[in-house]
């Protein structure tokens, strides 16, 4: 059974700092990361972080959002720094599985991020 816990979020000042925290159990995840969902518009990947260390960001975020990683204790962390009102949305842990060729993807219910201008 895969369990996570998210926290962080909430509203902040365009210029502002955030920071989110998801801490998986129940499997061993080769990547951790997240993803955020804008009214009306599509869930778009922010930030992942592999099990070895590799990372990879949106664009737009790219400079201003560090993803960090505690494999110990299956945590990923998201530093937000720098947001604009465009930040804003629903922004959901994903923790994936790989098994025999396969990956499976385990979300959390989503954090709610607020920038205002």
């Known amino acids: 059974q895969v369990h996570m816990v998210e926290s962080g979020g909430g509203l902040v000042q365009a210029g502002g700092s955030l920071r989110l925290s998801c801490a998986a159990s129940?499997?061993?995840?080769?990547?951790l990361g997240w993803y955020r969902q804008a009214p009306g518009k599509q869930r778009e990947l922010v930030a992942t972080?592999?099990?070895?260390?590799?990372?990879n960001y949106l664009d737009s975020v790219k400079g201003r959002f560090t993803i960090s990683r505690d494999n110990a204790k299956n945590t990923v962390y998201l530093q937000m720094n720098s947001l604009k009102p465009e930040d804003t949305a629903v922004y959901y842990c994903?923790?994936?599985?790989?098994?025999?060729?396969?990956?499976?993807?385990?979300w959390g219910q989503g954090t709610q991020v607020t920038v205002s201008s």
């Open positions: 994903n923790a994936r599985v790989a098994n025999m060729g396969l990956e499976y993807d385990y």
């Open positions: 129940g499997r061993v995840f080769s990547r």
């Open positions: 972080a592999t099990s070895g260390g590799s990372t």
